[in-house]
């Protein structure tokens, strides 16, 4: 089984400034992979980025990007400038291999004030 | 296009009773998975259906169980209810099995009293 682990149970930033979460995880199989998605308080899960772990540069979408070391097998998820609507759970989650499904770390808390 | 949808939004069961969610995927999408998530954690994988059928399965007990209809849509089943069934079931689709994105529905609250 993968251990995903998200070492910030929260994180708190400023309007416009950048944050980062981090994730590393567990894995034996070399085509691994990473999603990022968002959960606010909604409660419904949003996708925001992958990175292959094939994939020679680091991904991008918008203001998300990852910081990826696939030696260190960490994906840090990089969000500049932030807003108040991106206040929300963020989780990693590597695929599993075997059921074409996805394994959920425990997620960080991001808060961003005014 | 519509997205997932699940129904119901919220249901509140005592322990010992049966409940049913459902969920219908995107159009398209032959692929749908569901998760649980106790408030504090990260979704846990339960059942994924391919096809209509059952092509992966979490650490849940036998109480848990789920099918694929024809038209692609889902029902999860959990019978005899316990305090900690409640969570947020969330449902997923995605065009095909394999590394891909899943989109994820609004979710279930289920509560067991």
């Known amino acids: 089984a993968q251990k995903i682990t998200q070492t910030q149970p929260g994180m708190f930033v400023q309007e416009k400034e950048a944050v980062t979460l981090d994730c590393t995880y567990d894995t034996s199989d070399p085509s691994y992979g990473l999603f990022w998605y968002k959960q606010p308080s909604s409660g419904e899960m949003i996708f925001l980025i992958y990175q292959g772990s094939y994939d020679q540069q680091n991904a991008t979408e918008g203001r998300y990007s990852l910081n990826f070391q696939k030696a260190r097998k960490s994906a840090n998820l990089v969000i500049s400038a932030s807003q108040l609507g991106d206040s929300a759970m963020y989780f990693c989650a590597p695929p599993d291999s075997g059921y074409s499904t996805l394994t959920f770390g425990k997620g960080t808390m991001l808060l961003v004030s005014p | 296009d519509a997205g997932v949808t699940q129904s119901p939004t919220h249901l509140i069961k005592t322990r010992g009773q049966h409940v049913t969610l459902r969920c219908s995927p995107i159009?398209?999408?032959?692929?749908v998975s569901w998760y649980q998530q106790v408030l504090g954690q990260g979704p846990q994988f339960i059942f994924q259906?391919?096809?209509?059928?059952?092509?992966g399965r979490g650490n849940f007990p036998d109480r848990f169980s789920a099918r694929q209809f024809p038209n692609y849509s889902s029902e999860l089943n959990v019978n005899a209810l316990l305090l900690g069934d409640s969570a947020l079931y969330l449902c997923?689709?995605?065009?095909?099995?394999?590394?891909?994105?899943?989109?994820f529905g609004p979710g279930t609250r289920l509560t067991v009293l």
């Open positions: 159009s398209g999408h032959k692929s």
């Open positions: 997923a689709s995605s065009p095909y099995s394999g590394f891909n994105e899943q989109f």
């Open positions: 259906y391919y096809e209509k059928e059952e092509r």
